[in-house]
């Protein structure tokens, strides 16, 4: 069982872009290390070199002493290094036991051992019960499974393989408190039994809870390792970023006056059971609560994209958007939180992403002058870092290319943004200035409603905080009554009654 | 949290996606009843389903390669392919090797035209649709220069089992019971999971060791074996080797994998489903024909299936938004 990994000078370019310029990693047996960096800074290619996913250009993997090359994931995995992805490897069309066995079934006589593995999966889930519904069995298919119990399957489809080595690449994102309280336990026991895991993370609180040591990239580049015992959150974030973090917006009152834009009356969806609440001009209004509660429909049923029962008004006057074009031109606008899916074309260039919602205004023989000094307008007011407005999507970083999904409403100049957890999986730097760019457009007056799954987000970016439990709203946060420990009991306690 | 899981017994549900084809089966065995008072007499039926035994042997090789995610154009110039290759061997009065041999170089061009597609889609990385259009015309052409004009000779010895009906059982159904029993062993080996996790997402079947490239490469190679098969059986069936012989079954397979439930992006379905679909395709022929129409509402009827099975998904969801 016991294990040692080291990567030293590890070097991997992508075309002419360098992702990683001088990764260097080391883990043994019984150790828990974070992989830390901003996003773009080389965190997933290295785990994808470990894992045998890419193959590096050049530098060493020495694997207990032993210079080793990874040619595919299943090299990797026979000398006991597996990882679980951000990005999901499950396959929707099998069932839970099917995909977590896929690749390693245990064959009888060349045939498939249905019941073994049925047993064994069943033990597998055992591990997550309490935090899973009793409907996740080994026979479910994985397509129907809500983002949380996927990454669970996900997780327990790593441990199958029985690693040495794990890498768990954001394994926490999408899951509940429980589940990451769960997770948590499982690490320890992983660590007492003399498995060496690499978390990355964006959430410093766990790193400081599971990490005995944090390995820090910057830019490709290697800049140091630190026991989590000998530094505080504020230095790790000082190594990770150069000059240091955009500090959090404050909150303060808006200083124009507020009216009430939007307004939705008892609304009805598939996740929500009778919402209401009021939309302000010049304010940002947070929604809240553990992950799964209905958050999104809110913003997609204002947006017209689902179906929906109840009344929205719109300054005033009651509407019903059919489809989101409808919403567009009444100036709403909807940032989606899977960038990947549902925000960009990933191989067209930055300024057709910004200009696709807005191509109308330019004439029917495109005006490409005009557009693209709006588009260069746009990029310097988001602080785009890139090559040229005519480089594809695809180069942007994480934080850029949210930053571009924002931009392309912004052309349309919208006074309702709509906001479905913009941040996630961005890194602290890029994150400080999507928030500089949120407090400016509530200051223009525009009004924003941003549902986040990160609760400092909601503390120091919003004026107003709505917390959702079963698809309603349980509490009002705003003012004095917006604390860490109101936001939390008032999302927990919902999950506590529910254990009960 | 309540989020109620619905859906485990529908898993199961939706594996059996050939309810459809089961339902228009038989609608269509109802309306040629109508239309031919005699349709269940042994010797009608039994005649009726042997026109459909090599399309049902291809549809099962199409199914595999669409699981796959993939789809093969060139089937109908595989059936000609081998066709013709096994008809020119043969030659006038074989002797039983020769015949072994005749049948050994069919299948040996089936697998040679399927590896080609695997090898452009599973290792050059090309488009499914435009690679197997383009060596469509290849084999296609390979045929034609083998045997220019319809011909050759097959000894009555030869095609007389292919006639039989063993145990009063037509020999259509004993070869579609053979393709079910071949497929029953191979949904319980890792093959079967490979294919699907392969069509359904090839990036994470990858990721997680699955040997894709190899997977889709098989699918192609099996789907040529089974169009060879196919085109042997048209051999037995016509007496005669005949280069443009398959060149209309690409449609007619695409059409059976497609009512039998198979979805065309791949991951779902299976090949008793596709079975099924050759009946119906195959009724409706001979609703078609019995209706004095002119031939080409079938090809007609085809293409609005597939066009059908293409909106589907769409149409469904649309009907679906309109309630919550």
Redesign the interface.
């Known amino acids: 069982m016991n294990i040692t990994f080291s990567a030293t000078h590890v070097i991997k370019r992508y075309g002419g872009v360098v992702a990683l310029a001088d990764g260097n990693l080391s883990v043994r047996s019984g150790e828990v290390l974070a992989l830390m960096g901003a996003n773009g800074s080389g965190k997933s290619t290295l785990s994808k070199i470990i894992t045998g ?1 890419v193959a590096p250009d050049a530098g060493q993997l020495l694997l207990d002493g032993q210079p080793i090359r990874f040619s ?3 090299m990797a ?1 026979a000398h006991g290094i597996a990882a679980v ?1 951000q990005e ?8 839970v036991a ?1 995909n977590i066995w ?4 245990p ?1 009888r006589l ?3 051992d249905t019941r073994a593995i049925t047993r064994r999966t069943t033990a597998l889930l055992e591990l997550f019960r309490g935090t899973i ?1 009793p ?3 080994p ?3 994985v397509g ?1 499974l ?1 983002p949380d119990e996927r990454q669970i399957v996900e997780i327990l ?1 790593t441990l199958a393989w029985e690693p040495r080595l794990i890498i768990l690449d954001e394994a926490t994102a999408s899951l509940d408190t429980q589940q990451v309280n769960r997770l948590c336990e499982l690490i320890a026991d992983w660590k007492a039994r003399d498995m060496a895991i690499v978390m990355v993370s964006h959430r410093m609180e766990e790193v400081f809870r599971l990490a005995d040591r944090a390995t820090v990239l910057r830019s490709g580049a290697y800049v140091g390792d630190v026991a989590t015992a000998e530094t505080s959150e504020a230095a790790l974030v000082q190594m990770m970023i150069e000059g240091g973090v955009s500090p959090r917006q404050a909150t303060t009152p808006n200083p124009g006056a507020i009216a009430v834009r939007a307004e939705l009356d008892n609304i ?4 929500l059971h009778g919402v209401s609440l009021t939309i302000n001009a010049g304010e940002i209004l947070g929604l809240g609560g ?1 992950g ?2 209905g958050q999104p429909d809110v913003l997609l049923a204002l947006f017209g994209a689902i ?3 109840g009344t929205i008004s719109l300054d005033g006057a009651p509407v019903r958007f059919r489809h989101p074009h409808q919403a567009m031109q009444r100036r709403l606008a909807y940032v989606p939180g899977d960038r990947g899916r549902e925000g960009l074309l990933a191989n067209r260039s930055i300024l057709e992403n910004l200009q696709l919602p807005s191509w109308s205004r330019y004439g029917w023989f495109t005006r490409m002058r005009q557009a693209h000094a709006d588009g260069e307008a746009v990029a310097k007011t988001l602080r785009l870092v890139r090559d040229s407005l005519r480089a594809p999507a695809s180069s942007l970083s994480g934080g850029n290319a949210q930053k571009l999904v924002l931009g392309k409403w912004l052309l349309r100049d919208p006074n309702v943004l709509l906001l479905n957890d913009p941040t996630k999986g961005i890194d602290v730097g890029a994150k400080g200035e999507f928030y500089r760019l949120l407090t400016e457009l509530r200051n223009q007056g525009v009004a924003i409603v941003l549902y986040s799954s990160d609760d400092d987000e909601l503390l120091g970016l919003c004026d107003r905080v709505l917390v959702m439990r ?1 698809g309603q709203i349980s509490a009002t946060l705003q003012g004095p009554t917006l604390t860490r420990t109101a936001l939390v009991s008032a999302s927990m306690s919902a ?1 506590q009654a ?1 254990v009960a | ?3 109620t ?1 619905k ?2 017994n ?3 549900w ?1 594996q059996q996606s050939f309810v459809f084809a089961l339902i228009l089966l038989v609608l269509a065995v109802a309306v040629n009843v109508q239309l031919q008072p005699n349709f269940f007499k042994p010797s009608i039926l039994s005649g009726n389903l042997r026109t459909y035994l090599p399309l049902m042997i291809l549809a099962a090789g199409q199914t595999i390669v669409v699981l796959a995610g993939g789809i093969d154009l060139s089937v109908g110039a595989t059936v000609s392919l081998a066709n013709v290759v096994a008809v020119q061997t043969l030659g006038q009065n074989p002797s039983a090797g020769q015949i072994g041999l005749a049948l050994l170089a069919g299948l040996a061009a089936g697998l040679a035209a399927g590896a080609l597609n695997g090898l452009c889609v599973a290792y050059g990385r090309l488009q499914p649709i435009v690679t197997t259009f383009a060596t469509s015309f290849v084999i296609g052409g390979a045929a034609l220069a083998i045997m220019p004009s319809p011909g050759g000779f097959v000894p009555e010895s030869l095609s007389a089992p292919y006639r039989s009906n063993p145990l009063a059982i037509p020999m259509t159904l004993w070869v579609a019971a053979a393709l079910l029993g071949l497929w029953a062993l191979v949904r ?3 093959y079967r ?2 294919l ?2 392969v ?3 090839p ?8 040997p894709v490239a190899l997977i889709r490469l098989s699918s192609y190679m099996l789907s040529g074996l089974l169009a060879a098969c196919a085109g042997i059986a048209l051999m037995l069936s016509n007496s005669t080797g005949d280069a443009l012989i398959g060149t209309t079954m690409t449609l007619d397979s695409i059409v059976a994998v497609v009512l039998g439930g198979t979805r065309l992006s791949g ?2 379905g299976g090949i008793a489903g596709s079975l099924i679909g050759v009946f119906v395709v195959g009724f409706m022929r001979s609703i078609i024909s019995f209706a004095n129409v002119p031939s080409w509402w079938q090809t007609l009827a085809n293409s609005l299936i597939i066009l059908i099975a293409l909106a589907g998904p769409g149409l469904w969801a649309l009907i679906r ?4």
């Open positions: 996913v595919s994931p299943q995995r992805y999901l490897s499950l396959i929707p069309d099998l069932t099917e896929l690749a390693h079934e064959t060349g045939r498939v519904q409907g996740l069995q026979d479910t298919a129907d809500p489809k009805h969806t598939r996740t553990l799964g509660q179906p929906y029962r079963d999950a529910e | 949290m309540q989020r899981l859906r485990p529908f898993a199961a939706r319980q080996t890792r999971r490979y699907y996790a069509g359904s997402n990036l994470a079947a990858y990721v997680t060791g699955v991951g779902h938004r309109r309630n919550v």
